[in-house]
């Protein structure tokens, strides 16, 4: 399922990294807050090189593009919505991927069932 979100990012998480049965992987989540009368903080992932690729900073605007996908862990689900196109506001100029990301890296990353990559 993909959307597209609009708003300010009003926090930027630590990066993770990690060993998966593909190799090591990166990700960068950021706070996206949007809009409104009654504004909502959505927590988005960015995935390998598109952290560089995209830039993303506090106080940036932001039109982001994302991918939801759910799964299921020990009977817990766990949902996770993936950036795969940035474009920074009043600027003509955005970091994107041509298509949504295909399998670049796992969404369990971790080596058992046991280990989450959050």
């Known amino acids: 399922m993909s ?8 926090q930027l998480l630590a990066p993770q990294t990690g060993m998966g049965k593909n190799g090591q992987w990166r990700k ?4 996206l807050e949007t809009p409104g009368q009654y504004p909502k903080k959505v927590c988005l992932s960015i ?3 598109k952290i560089d690729q995209f830039g ?6 932001l039109t982001v593009s994302v991918d939801l996908s759910s799964r ?3 009977g817990r689900w766990y949902t996770e919505a993936r ?4 474009q920074k ?3 003509s100029s955005s ?10 890296e796992p969404f369990n990353a971790g080596t058992s069932s046991d280990d989450l990559p959050f």
Do not use: C, T
């Open 3 to 10: 959307m597209e979100l609009k708003g300010r990012v009003v």
């Open 28 to 31: 960068q989540e950021f706070i």
């Open 47 to 49: 995935w390998g090189d």
């Open 56 to 61: 993303v900073a506090v106080g940036q605007a």
């Open 72 to 74: 299921e862990s020990n």
């Open 83 to 86: 950036a795969w196109k940035v």
């Open 89 to 91: 506001e009043g600027n």
């Open 95 to 104: 970091g994107y991927a041509e298509h949504p990301p295909v399998g670049d």
